[in-house]
């Protein structure tokens, strides 16, 4: 309902207007009540007016808003840093939260436990765990080590960040510990796969007093999914159930994205059409889950019914769930249906934009992906650590030498974006598929970080294709060194002196891989068929195809 001119609200009335608009996310009601206040003349100071329309247009993600009214704020106070750390990280814009939380210490806000709780999630978004120790050390120095909220952030930063043992020790060095900081561990031990620890602190949880919640449950029966496990998976649902928790849609998202996280697309599918036969709707949720495993299985047909559902349910509006649709169909090669979501979604954030470019760059128009990369800065947005990924890999698949290289060597000047593992990779895979092998040498030995997995993969494919065995031979020593739990690396430099009919060697590479329990899986293929997904069953069992999961009676 509109709101008459003719109004005259005390500061007061104003200020109760929009916390109600700032709790229900209401923009539009709140851009009234602003358009009401600026036409009354009273002063925005007054009751912190500002920094709670600020915190109005945060909470309803119109972070555009939110930072023009900022800067208008003279001084702006801690509520006022909050909003826009909360907004910003909750929308993805990590990098920028961090920011506005050093400007806060720069101008005297030390920060109260709610924004020590926010940082941290921004740390996990980016998965910083240096940043989030130094995080932990402004907590100890500012005494809120022992408040509640603020130790189980430390604790899901820490697990979330694979710190597993710094977590252990937020976690026994508690006063007082409720059901989110016994949950935050267990998932973290659970998300490490260290599903006997998870249990013994499940178990330890009730001896203290306090009865697991739903997502306690659930982190236990994911780990077990994503150790490929499904009975002891299902037998955790069963106590579950028989303990009196009924499982609900967020028990079966559990299933499935543990299933999905390791690869078990076809298991992943089966427990969807279970949890639909059992009554229960999936949620924005399970479909952000399902549409990783239809991409990854290249199955379009299915990803579009799941994107019918979507816009029938209006789950289209949510810029995260529009993200994961343009990355399915980026990677079932529909560059065209990836565009379409892309334009309709209202508020895109930097996810968004980055799914946009990626898939640009998968399907090789290189050039599509750099104006949108140079889009996405005129309208006002920065690019992060994944853009950067994205926009190099777009160059690498295109063999854009000197444009990749220059967008790299600009990451750090004009960006300020610092160069991590992901984007060295892409310049060793640029560099490779190029055929400047000796370059991708030369940048290889020279890098001040640990040599990863990608980088070996990368670098040993280039050897490969243009044949520079001898290039491989001279890297073998380091590769050998690094602790590779993959057997991509292994496997492709095995390849390298098999196609010289160097076998020795090959059986070297073979022994290392014995004596480090590195294993190939198997390959296996998907085909699709009117009403089926069929799975090609793995190659020592031959070609014959395993048993069609039905998709016809999938109705949703």
């Known amino acids: 309902m509109p709101f008459s001119s003719q109004l005259r609200w005390s500061p007061y009335e104003f200020a109760l207007c929009l916390q109600k608009c700032l709790k229900a996310k209401a923009l539009s009601p709140g851009m009234q009540v602003h358009a009401t206040l600026l036409t009354s003349g009273i002063n925005m100071n007054i009751l912190s007016l ?6 109005m247009y945060a909470s309803c993600a119109d972070l555009k808003s939110a930072r023009l009214l900022f800067q208008k704020i003279e001084r702006p106070n801690v509520f006022a840093f909050n909003w826009m750390v909360l907004g910003l990280a909750y929308n993805g814009y990590f990098d920028d939260a961090l920011l506005y939380f ?6 005297g806000h030390m920060g109260n436990n709610f924004t020590f709780s926010i940082v941290l999630k921004a740390c996990v978004g980016l998965v910083d765990v240096n940043t989030g120790r130094q995080v932990h050390a402004m907590v100890c120095e500012m005494g809120f080590q022992n408040d509640v909220s603020v130790a189980n952030a430390l604790i899901d930063m820490y697990g979330k960040c694979g710190s ?10 508690m006063c007082e510990r409720d059901v989110a900081s016994w949950t935050s561990m267990i998932c973290g031990f659970s998300n490490v796969g260290e599903i006997g620890q998870a249990l013994m602190l499940f178990e330890r949880m009730r001896l203290d007093g306090l009865e697991p919640n739903d997502f306690t449950w659930n982190a236990i029966i994911a780990a077990y999914a994503r150790s490929s496990d499904r009975g002891k998976a299902f037998a955790f649902f069963e106590r579950m ?3 009196g928790v009924i499982p ?20 992943a599918f089966k427990i969807f059409w279970e949890m639909i036969v059992s009554g229960i709707q999936p949620n924005q949720v399970t479909v952000v889950a399902m549409l990783p495993a239809c991409g990854s299985a290249g199955y379009i047909k299915w990803g579009r019914e799941i994107h019918g559902f979507i816009c029938r349910k209006g789950f289209d509006a949510n810029v995260f769930i529009a993200s994961a649709l ?4 980026s990677k079932c090669g529909s560059v065209k249906d990836a565009r379409n979501v892309f334009d309709k979604i209202p508020c895109k954030n930097v996810a968004s934009w980055n799914a946009m470019i990626d898939c640009y760059g998968k399907c090789g128009l290189v050039d599509s992906s750099l104006a949108l990369f140079a889009k996405m800065q005129e309208e006002g947005l920065r690019p992060n650590d994944v853009t950067f990924t994205c926009v190099l890999s777009a160059c690498s698949h295109s063999g854009s030498v000197q444009k990749g290289l220059e967008i790299f060597s600009s990451m750090n000047e004009c960006y300020g974006i610092e160069v991590s593992m992901q984007h060295y990779a892409c310049v060793i895979d640029l560099l490779c598929r190029s055929g400047r092998t000796v370059e991708a040498y030369e940048f290889f030995k020279a890098l001040p970080i640990q040599v990863t997995e990608s980088m070996a993969g990368a670098f040993l494919n280039g050897c490969k294709v243009h044949g520079r065995r001898d290039l491989a031979k001279m890297m073998e020593e380091d590769i050998m060194r690094m602790k590779l739990n993959g057997p991509g690396s292994f496997v492709t430099l095995s390849n390298i002196y098999a196609a010289d009919g160097d076998w020795e060697e090959v059986g070297n ?9 590195v294993r190939k899986q198997p390959g296996f293929s998907w085909l699709e068929k009117p009403g089926e997904i069929l799975e090609g069953k793995k190659e020592k069992e031959g070609n014959n195809m395993a048993s069609g999961l039905d998709m016809r ?3 949703i």
Do not use: P
Not at 102 to 107: A, P, Q, S, W
Not at 326 to 329: G, L
Not at 509 to 517: G, P
């Open 248 to 267: 609900d849609v967020v028990a079966w998202n559990a299933l499935i994205s543990g299933f999905v996280q390791n690869h078990q697309v076809r298991e």
């Open 553 to 555: 009676d999938y109705i």
């Open 326 to 329: 343009i990355d399915m169909y």
């Open 509 to 517: 590479v073979r022994n290392v891989m014995k004596e480090r329990n």
């Open 50 to 55: 500002n920094s709670k329309l600020v915190g």
């Open 102 to 107: 050093i400007k806060m210490r720069e101008v």
């Open 164 to 173: 597993i043992s710094y977590a252990r020790r937020v976690f026994d060095g």
């Open 241 to 243: 159930k028989r303990e």
